[in-house]
């Protein structure tokens, strides 16, 4: 589904993301790991088109992808939850939905009950503004958004950041039953080790802006995947 | 009480003056947070566009229906041209934007001069617009003004429509709030940014022809209102519709009141009404209609 081959990544001069091979399959969570600073969110952005990579391929279901807006990018299936949220702070959360619309023909254009069945506090807020809601309710806004316009690719940056356990446990929820349903490959970008352990199938643990572990699951043992990202 | 209820109509149809001039920067300045010093050269455009269409379409009632969408036209054309050749690259960089839109505008008046003559020309309003309403012999007011009142009431509901119930005003508030993230769920923002700041200025067109009615048409049309729309987005809350009509309601009758206690001097009229702002924005620097709540953020 997703592939990368030696992708590089620049910010002006300093170079962060020193060729990344990544993979990325439909009904897999795809778990990017690694302390502070060594290029998790980086890669994100490479991905969804924010901050354009250097050097490298980037593939989506078979098709190269050259180096197109990232609206364009969202179009062709790639959904991004950004780290801190980035919800539309003046905008009502039925408001903050509908943006996704933009990639969907019109006939489309409607918030699919699921949104609300995966995420029932939407429904209670539906008009209230962005940034009115509190930090957990605003992340459970962002993967509802980044949900409507039916994504093959969605792009999770560290969901869990600032928010409370019970919360967390239904964001893991909501990734397992994406995941089960198979119509997505999920990238999550994730500290919280627990978390990320639990969900994952398959992990690549980047050290200093290169993959320094991969594998799958079973290939890994946990004591593995733990150690190569203490500091 | 005569005097003042006609003192309030007078201030009523300066209000909606100064709230037609401003609309447009409301979106331009307000929404998009482009400092544009042309915004008057366009509505200066608005009013030769009306003047042109009366040479060729000699009917005032027919010219005047043609000339509003016309005016709209031309100047949201030059609108999207300036966003695209100048505008697009100086995003977030508002000194460089205000020097080379304050460029344009002195260009812009400069073609006018060349074009049209330093003389005034005349934008005649057709004759069922001549005459007033008197209510008595100290009430009156002028079918123009009141013309000019409901055409800026129009524009309110037009553009809360446009920008609150439509899909394209949901995309422009998405982009204004966080463009990146707006181009990460699917909306194109230079294309966006590009309707958005020709939306504003097609309306300053509009604007144009209306104050072309009352006030003579010259090159220096536009820098007359320029100050003025300014301080009405500014007064009223920069980033709101609401604002702006609360900004050109305070202004407009305070010009009227200052002018009423001191008749023979619009220059001090001005003066007193500048430090009256001055001292305003310092209690209240986020304007009459401030953005409140959590969501406000910074």
Same mark, same amino acid.
């Given at each position: 589904?997703?592939?990368?081959?030696?992708?590089?990544?620049?910010?002006?001069?300093?170079?962060?993301?020193?060729?990344?091979?990544?993979?990325?399959?439909?009904?897999?969570?795809?778990?990017?790991?690694?302390?502070?600073?060594?290029?998790?969110?980086?890669?994100?952005?490479?991905?969804?088109?924010?901050?354009?990579?250097?050097?490298?391929?980037?593939?989506?279901?078979?098709?190269?992808?050259?180096?197109?807006?990232?609206?364009?990018?969202?179009?062709?299936?790639?959904?991004?939850?950004?780290?801190? $949220? &980035?919800?539309?702070?003046?905008?009502? !959360?039925?408001?903050?939905?509908?943006?996704? #619309? %933009?990639?969907?023909?019109?006939? /489309?254009?409607?918030?699919?009950?699921?949104?609300?069945?995966?995420?029932?506090?939407?429904?209670?807020?539906?008009?209230?503004?962005?940034?009115?809601?509190?930090?957990?309710?605003?992340?459970?806004?962002?993967?509802?958004?980044?949900?409507?316009?039916?994504?093959?690719?969605?792009?999770?940056?560290?969901?869990?950041?600032?928010?409370?356990?019970?919360?967390?446990?239904?964001?893991?929820?909501?990734?397992?039953?994406? $995941? &089960?349903?198979?119509?997505?490959?999920? !990238?999550?970008?994730?500290?919280?080790?627990? #978390? %990320?352990?639990?969900?994952?199938? /398959?992990?690549?643990?980047?050290?200093?802006?290169?993959?320094?572990?991969?594998?799958?699951?079973?290939?890994?043992?946990?004591?593995?995947?733990?150690?190569?990202?203490?500091? | 009480?005569?005097?003042?209820?006609?003192?309030?109509?007078?201030?009523?149809?300066?209000?909606s003056?100064?709230?037609?001039?401003?609309?447009?920067?409301?979106?331009?300045?307000?929404?998009?947070?482009?400092?544009?010093?042309?915004?008057?050269?366009?509505?200066?455009?608005?009013?030769?566009?009306?003047?042109?269409?009366?040479?060729?379409?000699?009917?005032?009632?027919?010219?005047?229906?043609?000339?509003?969408?016309?005016?709209?036209?031309?100047?949201?054309?030059?609108?999207?041209?300036?966003?695209?050749?100048?505008?697009?690259?100086?995003?977030?960089?508002?000194?460089?934007?205000?020097?080379?839109?304050?460029?344009?505008?002195?260009?812009?008046?400069?073609?006018?001069?060349?074009?049209?003559?330093?003389?005034?020309?005349?934008?005649?309003?057709?004759?069922?617009?001549?005459?007033?309403?008197?209510?008595?012999?100290?009430?009156?007011?002028?079918?123009?003004r009141i013309a000019i009142f409901v055409l800026a009431l129009i524009f309110?509901?037009?553009?809360?429509?446009?920008?609150?119930?439509?899909?394209?005003?949901?995309?422009?508030?998405?982009?204004?709030?966080?463009?990146?993230?707006?181009?990460?769920?699917?909306?194109?923002?230079?294309?966006?940014?590009?309707?958005?700041?020709?939306?504003?200025?097609?309306?300053?067109?509009?604007?144009?022809?209306?104050?072309?009615?009352?006030?003579?048409?010259?090159?220096?049309?536009?820098?007359?209102?320029?100050?003025?729309?300014?301080?009405?987005?500014?007064?009223?809350?920069?980033?709101?519709?609401?604002?702006?009509?609360?900004?050109?309601?305070?202004?407009?009758?305070?010009?009227?009141?200052?002018?009423?206690?001191?008749?023979?001097?619009?220059?001090?009229?001005?003066?007193?009404?500048?430090?009256?702002?001055?001292?305003?924005?310092?209690?209240?620097?986020?304007?009459?209609?401030?953005?409140?709540?959590?969501?406000?953020?910074?």
């Amino acid at each position: 589904m997703l592939q990368t081959k030696d992708l590089t990544l620049h910010y002006s001069g300093s170079q962060i993301l020193y060729g990344i091979d990544m993979a990325a399959e439909r009904g897999q969570v795809t778990c990017v790991m690694g302390t502070n600073g060594v290029g998790k969110t980086s890669l994100l952005k490479a991905l969804s088109g924010t901050h354009h990579r250097s050097g490298g391929s980037y593939t989506l279901d078979g098709e190269a992808i050259a180096k197109p807006p990232a609206h364009a990018l969202a179009r062709k299936g790639v959904a991004y939850v950004p780290q801190g $949220r &980035d919800i539309f702070p003046l905008m009502t !959360v039925r408001e903050n939905l509908e943006t996704g #619309f %933009a990639c969907l023909p019109r006939e /489309e254009r409607f918030v699919p009950e699921q949104i609300f069945e995966l995420f029932p506090v939407l429904k209670e807020m539906e008009g209230r503004r962005g940034g009115d809601l509190s930090g957990g309710q605003q992340q459970q806004l962002a993967i509802g958004r980044a949900l409507i316009a039916q994504p093959k690719l969605l792009l999770l940056d560290e969901p869990t950041e600032g928010i409370q356990p019970n919360i967390i446990q239904q964001i893991g929820r909501v990734i397992e039953y994406l $995941r &089960d349903e198979g119509k997505m490959a999920i !990238v999550l970008v994730e500290q919280y080790f627990e #978390f %990320a352990y639990g969900l994952a199938d /398959e992990f690549f643990v980047l050290t200093r802006g290169a993959v320094s572990l991969s594998g799958s699951k079973a290939s890994l043992t946990k004591e593995e995947v733990m150690a190569s990202v203490s500091v | 009480m005569n005097q003042a209820l006609d003192l309030g109509l007078d201030a009523l149809s300066l209000a909606s003056i100064y709230f037609l001039a401003a609309i447009g920067l409301a979106i331009t300045f307000g929404v998009m947070g482009v400092i544009n010093m042309a915004h008057g050269e366009f509505i200066m455009m608005g009013a030769y566009t009306g003047y042109v269409v009366q040479q060729v379409v000699p009917d005032y009632t027919l010219s005047i229906i043609i000339a509003l969408p016309l005016a709209f036209a031309v100047t949201f054309a030059a609108g999207v041209a300036m966003e695209r050749l100048v505008i697009r690259h100086l995003y977030h960089r508002p000194l460089e934007t205000l020097l080379a839109t304050f460029g344009i505008s002195v260009a812009l008046q400069q073609i006018a001069k060349n074009i049209f003559g330093t003389q005034a020309r005349p934008l005649t309003s057709p004759a069922w617009l001549d005459g007033a309403w008197v209510l008595n012999d100290v009430v009156s007011i002028s079918y123009i003004r009141i013309a000019i009142f409901v055409l800026a009431l129009i524009f309110l509901t037009l553009l809360l429509f446009v920008l609150n119930r439509t899909r394209l005003g949901l995309e422009v508030r998405a982009v204004t709030q966080n463009p990146r993230m707006a181009a990460s769920m699917g909306i194109n923002p230079d294309r966006i940014n590009m309707l958005t700041f020709g939306l504003g200025s097609g309306i300053a067109g509009i604007a144009g022809v209306a104050i072309g009615l009352f006030a003579k048409v010259t090159s220096e049309l536009g820098s007359d209102y320029i100050v003025q729309s300014f301080m009405t987005v500014v007064v009223g809350g920069v980033g709101n519709i609401w604002g702006t009509l609360a900004g050109a309601t305070l202004i407009g009758f305070l010009q009227k009141g200052i002018e009423f206690f001191n008749p023979s001097n619009t220059l001090a009229a001005q003066t007193y009404m500048i430090i009256f702002i001055i001292i305003f924005i310092q209690f209240r620097p986020r304007g009459i209609i401030a953005l409140k709540g959590r969501a406000a953020g910074d």
